[in-house]
């Protein structure tokens, strides 16, 4: 199929919002300036380095804790609406705990925000996105259920220190990453392998994490500040590899271990029942005394139900999924829980990340099943993105952000699925967690060799900054309101 007949002449909502997104630990740099305490990502880098491709660190990264001036000149000249950024837990409470504030920290947030808001942008603040302060992860980090609180204690500072001017919050980004890479299959910091086990004492931990920040935001800022407050959840889009009954129900299985994992207990209610039943089958049959996944009680059930008030979506890509044999009980992996196996079709497009082919129809299936499984919520589509090897002629990233914004067309005007807003990852080239700097992900290509940290507009930023300002990927945009054609 050509491009061009893929892609829709229908515009985004005059309303919709157009951003970027960032992280701290990707773009800052200053790791250790002006009192900010070390973070599990600091303490992976200086201690493991060779976990990280070419030893790679977030030391300097884009050095954007120095040049956010410059970072939100390239906002403005984009025309986005709003900016994602992450705050770093420990640049404002160096350990964690709210005994010590660091006030520099605390300014250079301020100071960012200010930036923003003199230039029309909306700052949109996630307050987690992987950079736990080390001395948390040193009581155990997030499978200790006591970081719920601490994390709680966190966001107050936030929302008292920032909530005047940042009116869309997010409290974890991708918690699955968090959970199952952090502490299932080591693949992200700290670097725990515990599948099966710690992951889902993670996943418990954060979703009650999650709710106090909620209930704290809406007791206690709500009426004053007037802002909202939900959470990022992430997972790839799960196909059936065939239409055979038992492929349907291992790929409906496996969104429910990886998306409703996090999302069931805010949307829903409760852990997905699926999970539920397998986790606990899967652990008696193993001999553990009790189930490997922590119950929550009907009030912490209460309690964390609701606690949305719009969900934000990160996307990238699809994967195919097929039943497995039941695997033995001699061993406790968390893809034994799921009982399937995912894997992507050879024929899809590939990009420099090898987990990211480039899949629109996924993301359009996605939407539709975030539609009908959680009834019909808000979407801020919170990341979407692709990787290369840092071109600035980056015709392939052109090419992912008209499929996808394309999918996204689909399910806005023929799916009625309510998305609302659109953050690209990323602005600009950042640290990609273990792949180092080698996974390009910017609409700004920036010199890592150069102290200056040059930051560089790809062709892509010509593309994005058009979107942005006619809300259609095409020259002629049928508009679905009173006038057919929008000259
Ligand atoms: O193949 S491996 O298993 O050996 C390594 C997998 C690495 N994961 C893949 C999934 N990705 C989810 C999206 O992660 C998001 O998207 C961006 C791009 O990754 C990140 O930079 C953002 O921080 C994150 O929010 C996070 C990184």
Same mark, same amino acid.
């Not at 008292?160 to 952090?182: H, I, P, R, Y």
């Not at 910091?189 to 979703?207: E, F, H």
């Not at 910017?442 to 300002?469: E, M, Q, W």
């Given at each position: 199929?050509?491009?061009?007949?893929?892609?829709?002449?229908?515009?985004?909502?005059?309303?919709?919002?157009?951003?970027?997104?960032?992280?701290?630990?990707?773009?800052?740099?200053?790791?250790?300036?002006?009192?900010?305490?070390?973070?599990?990502?600091?303490?992976?880098?200086?201690?493991?380095?060779?976990?990280?491709?070419?030893?790679?660190?977030?030391?300097?990264?884009?050095?954007?804790?120095?040049?956010?001036?410059?970072?939100?000149?390239?906002?403005?000249?984009?025309?986005?609406?709003?900016?994602?950024?992450?705050?770093?837990?420990?640049?404002?409470?160096?350990?964690?705990?709210?005994?010590?504030?660091?006030?520099?920290?605390?300014?250079?947030?301020?100071?960012?925000?200010?930036?923003?808001?003199?230039?029309?942008?909306?700052?949109?603040?996630?307050?987690?996105?992987?950079?736990?302060?080390?001395?948390?992860?040193?009581?155990?980090?997030?499978?200790?259920?006591?970081?719920?609180?601490?994390?709680?204690?966190?966001?107050?500072?936030?929302?008292?220190?920032?909530?005047?001017?940042?009116?869309?919050?997010?409290?974890?980004?991708?918690?699955?990453?968090?959970?199952?890479?952090?502490?299932?299959?080591?693949?992200?910091?700290?670097?725990?392998?515990?599948?099966?086990?710690?992951?889902?004492?993670?996943?418990?931990?954060?979703?009650?994490?999650?709710?106090?920040?909620?209930?704290?935001?809406?007791?206690?800022?709500?009426?004053?500040?007037?802002?909202?407050?939900?959470?990022?959840?992430?997972? $790839?889009?799960?196909?059936? %590899?065939? /239409? &055979? +009954?038992?492929?349907?129900?291992?790929?409906?299985?496996? !969104?429910? =271990?990886?998306?409703?994992?996090?999302?069931?207990?805010?949307?829903?209610?409760?852990?997905?029942?699926?999970?539920?039943?397998?986790?606990?089958?899967?652990?008696?049959?193993?001999?553990?005394?009790?189930?490997?996944?922590?119950?929550?009680?009907?009030?912490?059930?209460?309690?964390?139900?609701?606690?949305?008030?719009?969900?934000?979506?990160?996307?990238?890509?699809?994967?195919?999924?097929?039943?497995?044999?039941?695997?033995?009980?001699?061993?406790?992996?968390?893809?034994?829980?799921?009982?399937?196996?995912?894997?992507? $079709?050879?024929?899809?497009? %590939?990009? /420099? &990340? +090898?987990?990211?082919?480039?899949?629109?129809?996924?993301? !359009?299936? =996605?939407?539709?099943?975030?539609?009908?499984?959680?009834?019909?919520?808000?979407?801020?589509?919170?990341?979407?993105?692709?990787?290369?090897?840092?071109?600035?002629?980056?015709?392939?990233?052109?090419?992912?952000?008209?499929?996808?914004?394309?999918?996204?067309?689909?399910?806005?005007?023929?799916?009625?699925?309510?998305?609302?807003?659109?953050?690209?990852?990323?602005?600009?080239?950042?640290?990609?967690?273990?792949?180092?700097?080698?996974?390009?992900?910017?609409?700004?290509?920036?010199?890592?060799?150069?102290?200056?940290?040059?930051?560089?507009?790809?062709?892509?930023?010509?593309?994005?900054?058009?979107?942005?300002?006619?809300?259609?990927?095409?020259?002629?945009?049928?508009?679905?309101?009173?006038?057919?054609?929008?000259?």
């Amino acid at each position: 199929v050509s491009l061009t007949a893929a892609v829709s002449n229908k515009s985004f909502p005059a309303k919709f919002k157009f951003g970027t997104a960032t992280a701290s630990y990707q773009i800052e740099g200053a790791w250790n300036e002006d009192g900010k305490g070390e973070n599990i990502w600091d303490r992976l880098t200086h201690t493991n380095a060779t976990a990280v491709k070419n030893s790679d660190n977030g030391d300097v990264a884009c050095d954007s804790y120095h040049k956010y001036k410059e970072d939100v000149r390239l906002l403005k000249h984009l025309g986005v609406k709003v900016y994602r950024f992450s705050i770093s837990w420990s640049r404002i409470l160096p350990t964690g705990f709210t005994n010590k504030v660091n006030q520099p920290g605390i300014q250079y947030y301020k100071n960012l925000i200010k930036e923003l808001l003199d230039n029309g942008i909306e700052p949109m603040a996630t307050l987690y996105h992987w950079d736990l302060p080390q001395p948390l992860q040193d009581i155990g980090g997030w499978p200790n259920e006591l970081l719920a609180d601490h994390f709680a204690n966190y966001a107050r500072v936030c929302f008292k220190a920032f909530g005047d001017s940042v009116k869309t919050w997010l409290t974890f980004n991708e918690a699955k990453q968090t959970c199952q890479q952090g502490y299932g299959s080591a693949t992200m910091a700290p670097l725990i392998k515990s599948p099966g086990v710690a992951d889902y004492l993670c996943t418990y931990t954060v979703l009650k994490a999650h709710a106090k920040a909620w209930h704290i935001y809406d007791d206690e800022f709500r009426g004053k500040q007037r802002g909202r407050v939900s959470t990022v959840v992430d997972s $790839d889009w799960y196909e059936p %590899a065939s /239409n &055979s +009954t038992s492929d349907m129900e291992a790929a409906e299985t496996r !969104r429910q =271990f990886t998306f409703g994992l996090y999302a069931n207990a805010i949307f829903l209610g409760n852990w997905p029942q699926v999970v539920i039943d397998r986790v606990d089958y899967r652990s008696e049959n193993e001999g553990y005394a009790k189930s490997r996944l922590p119950k929550f009680t009907k009030q912490e059930i209460d309690y964390i139900r609701g606690t949305h008030d719009f969900m934000g979506f990160n996307t990238y890509t699809t994967s195919l999924v097929c039943k497995i044999e039941e695997p033995t009980f001699n061993e406790t992996d968390y893809e034994f829980d799921m009982g399937s196996n995912a894997f992507q $079709d050879p024929t899809w497009e %590939a990009t /420099n &990340s +090898t987990w990211l082919k480039i899949v629109p129809w996924g993301a !359009r299936k =996605f939407l539709n099943w975030i539609k009908n499984t959680y009834n019909n919520p808000e979407i801020i589509i919170t990341e979407n993105g692709v990787s290369d090897a840092g071109l600035l002629k980056d015709d392939a990233r052109i090419h992912y952000y008209t499929e996808y914004l394309s999918a996204i067309l689909e399910a806005i005007h023929t799916d009625k699925v309510h998305v609302s807003g659109y953050m690209a990852w990323s602005l600009l080239d950042n640290y990609e967690w273990l792949a180092g700097y080698t996974e390009k992900f910017g609409l700004y290509h920036v010199d890592f060799s150069s102290p200056n940290r040059t930051r560089t507009a790809k062709k892509s930023v010509d593309f994005y900054k058009k979107i942005v300002a006619t809300h259609c990927l095409v020259d002629k945009c049928v508009t679905s309101g009173w006038s057919l054609f929008r000259v």
